[in-house]
């Protein structure tokens, strides 16, 4: 099983084969929590896509896009799952990491927005900031689900309106 990353089940569990990584960094949640609080006038719009190998199109129509305060915890995360903290795709068939013990509160204190059937997400009145974008896109050929997970790193800062493409 893949992915969506970090967020509320962050990295799923029971791929025996996935190896355990054991994060260095302490979880936070003063910090993650005044973080994702602050408000501000910033915008986070964007699209979230996957070219399947025939050249269809795939969005990330119905699912969750998380918003993710960038902190020392959720950037080594995202950098084990990814590898790297600035943009990356995890494949539902990569051999991926499995992490464990994440404070269910981790996933209670991001933002969190859905995507329209176009693949549109949004999020309004932004504290000024780093952020990691993150949802899943999946479909099925078959009975195989293809597909994986998107991150990318967001900053935003006086009154910005930022446009972001989620794609591999």
């Known amino acids: 099983i893949s992915l969506n990353l970090l967020i509320g089940s962050l990295v799923f569990f029971g791929c025996a084969s996935r190896p355990i990584v054991n994060l260095t960094t302490k979880f936070d949640p003063i910090l993650t929590k005044d973080l994702n609080d602050r408000v501000g006038k910033n915008t986070i719009l964007g699209n979230s896509f996957l070219r399947q190998n025939g050249g269809g199109v795939v969005t990330c129509a119905g699912n969750t896009v998380y918003l993710i305060p960038k902190t020392p915890y959720s950037t080594e995360i995202v950098s084990n799952i990814y590898g790297n903290s600035e943009n990356g795709y995890d494949s539902f ?8 013990n994440i404070p269910s ?16 997400f949004v999020f309004d009145n932004i504290g000024d900031g780093e952020y990691f974008l993150d949802t ?10 293809q597909g994986g997970s998107l991150m990318q790193k967001v900053k935003v800062s006086q009154n910005e309106s930022k446009k972001v493409i989620l794609s591999h």
């Open 136 to 145: 899943e896109i999946t479909w099925i050929v078959g009975n195989q689900v």
């Open 105 to 120: 509160q981790y996933s209670l204190l991001m933002k969190k927005s859905v995507c329209d059937s176009q693949g549109n």
């Open 93 to 100: 068939y990569s051999i991926g990491v499995s992490i464990p």
